[in-house]
């Protein structure tokens, strides 16, 4: 189905996929890192997360959007409140949930992922 078909114009198609945070204007890696960046998070720390995780996978924490490994495993995004704000700072790995998370459970929940994606190997 297209546009015309739907009766939508493009901007009506721009509009949704740049309002709903879950779609996207590029493909993301394989394992989708979302980094929460409001308030609470940003208190508890989840800068300096977003920051460890893009230096850890070789990516630019500075660039605006989502930044993707070159081989298409990992993609790191900052987003809007996650809804735990009282056990900041939270993150997702595509649709796992994860609180309080330090550097070091960040770590761990990379090497569990890469492990994982080695045994399906
Ligand atoms: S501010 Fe991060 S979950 Fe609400």
Redesign the pocket.
């Known amino acids: 189905m297209d546009c015309e078909q739907a009766e939508l114009q493009p901007i009506n198609i721009y509009e949704l996929v740049t309002f709903y945070p879950m779609f996207h204007q590029r493909p993301t890696g394989t394992h989708h890192l979302r980094v929460?960046r409001?308030?609470?998070?940003a208190l508890g720390g989840?800068y300096t997360l977003h920051a460890h995780l893009c230096k850890k996978l070789g990516l630019d924490a500075h660039a605006h959007g989502a930044q993707t490994t070159e081989d298409g495993e990992f993609t790191v995004e900052f987003v809007e409140?996650?809804?735990?704000?009282g056990t900041?700072?939270?993150m997702m790995c595509n649709d796992k949930f994860y609180e309080g998370v330090s550097e070091v459970k960040a770590d761990e929940i990379v090497a569990k992922v890469l492990e994982a994606a080695e045994m399906r190997e």
């Open positions: 929460c409001t308030l609470s998070c989840s409140c996650l809804a735990s704000c900041a700072p939270v």
